[in-house]
T-cell receptor, first 113, second 113 residues
Framework: DVKVTQSSRYLVKRTGEKVFLECVQD?????MFWYRQDPGLGLRLIYF???????EKGDIPEGYSVSREKKERFSLILESASTNQTSMYLC????????????FGAGSRLTVL | DQQVKQNSPSLSVQEGRISILNCDYT??????FLWYKKYPAEGPTFLIS?????DKNEDGRFTVFLNKSAKHLSLHIVPSQPGDSAVYFC????????????FGKGTKLTVNP
Protein backbone atom coordinates (compact mmCIF):
# COMPACT_ATOMS: atom_id res chain seq x y z
CA ASP A 1 0.00 0.00 0.00
CA VAL A 2 1.41 3.37 -1.00
CA LYS A 3 2.10 5.75 1.80
CA VAL A 4 2.93 9.19 2.94
CA THR A 5 4.48 8.94 6.36
CA GLN A 6 4.82 11.78 8.81
CA SER A 7 7.36 10.97 11.46
CA SER A 8 5.66 12.62 14.42
CA ARG A 9 1.95 12.33 15.15
CA TYR A 10 1.98 14.58 18.20
CA LEU A 11 4.50 17.20 19.25
CA VAL A 12 4.55 19.71 22.08
CA LYS A 13 7.08 22.53 21.77
CA ARG A 14 7.78 25.79 23.53
CA THR A 15 7.61 29.24 22.01
CA GLY A 16 10.85 30.09 20.23
CA GLU A 17 11.92 26.51 19.67
CA LYS A 18 12.98 25.29 16.23
CA VAL A 19 10.65 22.57 15.00
CA PHE A 20 11.19 20.01 12.25
CA LEU A 21 8.32 18.09 10.73
CA GLU A 22 9.41 15.26 8.49
CA CYS A 23 7.50 13.62 5.68
CA VAL A 24 8.46 10.66 3.49
CA GLN A 25 6.57 9.20 0.54
CA ASP A 26 7.23 5.88 -1.16
CA UNK A 27 5.35 6.49 -4.41
CA UNK A 28 8.14 8.22 -6.35
CA UNK A 29 5.91 11.28 -6.64
CA UNK A 30 7.35 14.47 -8.05
CA UNK A 31 5.21 16.86 -6.04
CA MET A 32 5.09 17.23 -2.28
CA PHE A 33 3.08 19.63 -0.16
CA TRP A 34 2.67 20.93 3.36
CA TYR A 35 -0.76 22.08 4.52
CA ARG A 36 -2.09 23.13 7.85
CA GLN A 37 -5.62 22.44 8.94
CA ASP A 38 -7.43 24.61 11.44
CA PRO A 39 -11.09 24.44 12.53
CA GLY A 40 -13.25 26.68 10.37
CA LEU A 41 -10.37 27.46 8.02
CA GLY A 42 -10.02 24.22 6.11
CA LEU A 43 -6.72 23.23 4.52
CA ARG A 44 -4.27 25.98 3.70
CA LEU A 45 -1.16 25.43 1.61
CA ILE A 46 2.11 26.44 3.27
CA TYR A 47 4.73 25.32 0.75
CA PHE A 48 5.06 22.84 -2.05
CA UNK A 49 7.88 21.31 -4.03
CA UNK A 50 7.77 19.96 -7.56
CA UNK A 51 11.31 18.63 -7.65
CA UNK A 52 14.33 18.01 -5.48
CA UNK A 53 15.74 21.26 -4.12
CA UNK A 54 12.82 23.18 -5.61
CA UNK A 55 10.19 24.90 -3.51
CA GLU A 56 7.32 27.29 -4.00
CA LYS A 57 5.41 29.36 -1.47
CA GLY A 58 1.81 28.53 -0.88
CA ASP A 59 -0.84 30.74 0.63
CA ILE A 60 0.60 31.05 4.16
CA PRO A 61 4.42 30.63 4.06
CA GLU A 62 5.22 33.20 6.74
CA GLY A 63 7.05 31.69 9.68
CA TYR A 64 7.87 28.48 7.81
CA SER A 65 10.58 27.12 5.58
CA VAL A 66 11.01 23.78 3.81
CA SER A 67 13.72 21.47 2.61
CA ARG A 68 13.69 18.83 -0.09
CA GLU A 69 17.10 17.23 -0.45
CA LYS A 70 15.77 13.90 -1.70
CA LYS A 71 12.77 13.14 -3.87
CA GLU A 72 11.01 11.10 -1.22
CA ARG A 73 11.49 13.47 1.71
CA PHE A 74 10.02 16.91 2.36
CA SER A 75 10.62 18.70 5.65
CA LEU A 76 8.75 21.61 7.16
CA ILE A 77 10.72 23.85 9.48
CA LEU A 78 9.44 26.33 12.00
CA GLU A 79 12.48 28.48 12.76
CA SER A 80 11.00 29.97 15.92
CA ALA A 81 7.72 28.40 16.92
CA SER A 82 4.89 30.63 18.05
CA THR A 83 1.57 29.81 19.69
CA ASN A 84 -0.35 30.71 16.53
CA GLN A 85 1.42 27.85 14.79
CA THR A 86 -0.41 25.35 16.97
CA SER A 87 -2.21 23.31 14.34
CA MET A 88 -2.59 20.04 12.47
CA TYR A 89 0.07 19.79 9.77
CA LEU A 90 -0.59 17.60 6.77
CA CYS A 91 1.95 16.43 4.25
CA UNK A 92 0.81 15.25 0.81
CA UNK A 93 2.27 14.12 -2.47
CA UNK A 94 1.09 13.74 -6.06
CA UNK A 95 2.29 12.51 -9.42
CA UNK A 96 3.27 15.39 -11.64
CA UNK A 97 1.42 14.54 -14.82
CA UNK A 98 -1.53 12.39 -13.82
CA UNK A 99 -4.02 14.69 -12.26
CA UNK A 100 -4.20 16.56 -9.02
CA UNK A 101 -5.34 13.88 -6.55
CA UNK A 102 -3.18 14.26 -3.48
CA UNK A 103 -2.22 11.43 -1.14
CA PHE A 104 -2.03 12.71 2.41
CA GLY A 105 -0.16 11.56 5.45
CA ALA A 106 -1.91 11.02 8.77
CA GLY A 107 -0.96 14.45 10.05
CA SER A 108 1.20 15.90 12.80
CA ARG A 109 -0.57 17.66 15.64
CA LEU A 110 1.72 20.43 16.90
CA THR A 111 1.06 22.30 20.11
CA VAL A 112 3.21 25.33 20.89
CA LEU A 113 3.11 26.44 24.50
CA ASP B 1 -11.14 36.02 -1.15
CA GLN B 2 -12.44 32.49 -0.69
CA GLN B 3 -12.53 30.79 -4.07
CA VAL B 4 -14.09 27.52 -2.89
CA LYS B 5 -16.94 27.77 -0.44
CA GLN B 6 -18.67 25.13 1.60
CA ASN B 7 -21.37 27.13 3.31
CA SER B 8 -22.65 24.39 5.58
CA PRO B 9 -20.22 23.66 8.40
CA SER B 10 -22.22 20.62 9.40
CA LEU B 11 -24.91 18.23 8.18
CA SER B 12 -26.81 15.53 10.03
CA VAL B 13 -28.56 12.68 8.20
CA GLN B 14 -30.30 9.46 9.14
CA GLU B 15 -28.74 6.18 8.12
CA GLY B 16 -30.10 4.97 4.79
CA ARG B 17 -31.10 8.43 3.60
CA ILE B 18 -29.33 10.63 1.06
CA SER B 19 -26.56 13.02 2.12
CA ILE B 20 -26.03 16.04 -0.10
CA LEU B 21 -22.94 18.15 0.45
CA ASN B 22 -22.64 21.38 -1.48
CA CYS B 23 -19.75 23.44 -2.75
CA ASP B 24 -19.64 26.74 -4.64
CA TYR B 25 -16.69 28.27 -6.43
CA THR B 26 -15.95 31.67 -7.83
CA UNK B 27 -13.02 31.11 -10.17
CA UNK B 28 -14.29 30.24 -13.64
CA UNK B 29 -10.83 28.92 -14.52
CA UNK B 30 -11.27 25.89 -12.27
CA UNK B 31 -11.57 22.82 -14.46
CA UNK B 32 -11.12 19.90 -12.09
CA PHE B 33 -12.95 19.26 -8.85
CA LEU B 34 -12.39 16.74 -6.09
CA TRP B 35 -13.93 15.62 -2.84
CA TYR B 36 -11.86 14.40 0.09
CA LYS B 37 -13.05 12.72 3.25
CA LYS B 38 -11.28 13.16 6.58
CA TYR B 39 -11.71 11.20 9.77
CA PRO B 40 -10.43 12.64 13.07
CA ALA B 41 -6.69 12.11 13.63
CA GLU B 42 -6.22 10.93 10.03
CA GLY B 43 -5.19 12.63 6.82
CA PRO B 44 -7.78 13.38 4.13
CA THR B 45 -8.42 10.62 1.62
CA PHE B 46 -9.43 11.16 -1.97
CA LEU B 47 -13.04 10.23 -2.60
CA ILE B 48 -14.17 11.21 -6.08
CA SER B 49 -13.40 13.77 -8.77
CA UNK B 50 -14.98 15.36 -11.82
CA UNK B 51 -13.61 17.18 -14.81
CA UNK B 52 -15.31 20.30 -16.12
CA UNK B 53 -16.15 18.51 -19.35
CA UNK B 54 -18.58 16.31 -17.42
CA ASP B 55 -21.61 17.11 -15.31
CA LYS B 56 -21.79 13.88 -13.35
CA ASN B 57 -19.44 11.22 -12.06
CA GLU B 58 -20.46 8.16 -10.11
CA ASP B 59 -18.53 5.74 -7.93
CA GLY B 60 -20.65 3.30 -6.00
CA ARG B 61 -22.68 5.17 -3.41
CA PHE B 62 -20.98 8.46 -4.25
CA THR B 63 -21.99 10.77 -7.08
CA VAL B 64 -20.64 14.21 -7.81
CA PHE B 65 -22.67 16.68 -9.87
CA LEU B 66 -21.21 19.75 -11.51
CA ASN B 67 -23.22 22.77 -12.64
CA LYS B 68 -20.74 25.01 -14.40
CA SER B 69 -23.17 27.82 -15.13
CA ALA B 70 -23.99 28.08 -11.44
CA LYS B 71 -20.39 27.37 -10.37
CA HIS B 72 -21.75 24.74 -8.06
CA LEU B 73 -20.99 21.14 -7.32
CA SER B 74 -22.52 18.66 -4.98
CA LEU B 75 -21.67 15.28 -3.54
CA HIS B 76 -24.50 12.80 -3.07
CA ILE B 77 -24.10 9.79 -0.82
CA VAL B 78 -26.81 7.17 -1.18
CA PRO B 79 -27.54 5.37 1.05
CA SER B 80 -25.70 7.09 3.88
CA GLN B 81 -23.98 4.88 6.43
CA PRO B 82 -22.66 5.68 9.92
CA GLY B 83 -19.13 5.05 8.63
CA ASP B 84 -19.58 8.00 6.28
CA SER B 85 -19.48 10.34 9.28
CA ALA B 86 -16.46 12.53 8.60
CA VAL B 87 -15.44 15.97 7.40
CA TYR B 88 -15.76 16.37 3.65
CA PHE B 89 -13.61 18.85 1.77
CA CYS B 90 -14.34 20.14 -1.68
CA UNK B 91 -11.31 21.14 -3.74
CA UNK B 92 -10.74 22.68 -7.16
CA UNK B 93 -7.82 23.18 -9.49
CA UNK B 94 -6.88 25.01 -12.66
CA UNK B 95 -5.53 22.94 -15.56
CA UNK B 96 -5.55 19.85 -13.37
CA UNK B 97 -2.49 20.98 -11.48
CA UNK B 98 -2.11 19.73 -7.94
CA UNK B 99 -0.06 22.75 -6.92
CA UNK B 100 -3.07 24.93 -7.60
CA UNK B 101 -5.52 22.86 -5.56
CA UNK B 102 -7.80 25.12 -3.54
CA PHE B 103 -9.79 23.62 -0.66
CA GLY B 104 -13.05 24.62 0.93
CA LYS B 105 -13.37 24.81 4.70
CA GLY B 106 -15.13 21.48 4.98
CA THR B 107 -18.53 20.14 6.00
CA LYS B 108 -18.85 17.78 8.93
CA LEU B 109 -21.28 14.99 8.08
CA THR B 110 -22.88 12.99 10.85
CA VAL B 111 -24.89 9.91 9.87
CA ASN B 112 -27.10 8.79 12.72
CA PRO B 113 -27.96 5.08 13.10
Amino acid sequence: DVKVTQSSRYLVKRTGEKVFLECVQDMDHENMFWYRQDPGLGLRLIYFSYDVKMKEKGDIPEGYSVSREKKERFSLILESASTNQTSMYLCASSEGLRGPALTFGAGSRLTVL
Amino acid sequence: DQQVKQNSPSLSVQEGRISILNCDYTNSMFDYFLWYKKYPAEGPTFLISISSIKDKNEDGRFTVFLNKSAKHLSLHIVPSQPGDSAVYFCAASVKGGSEKLVFGKGTKLTVNP
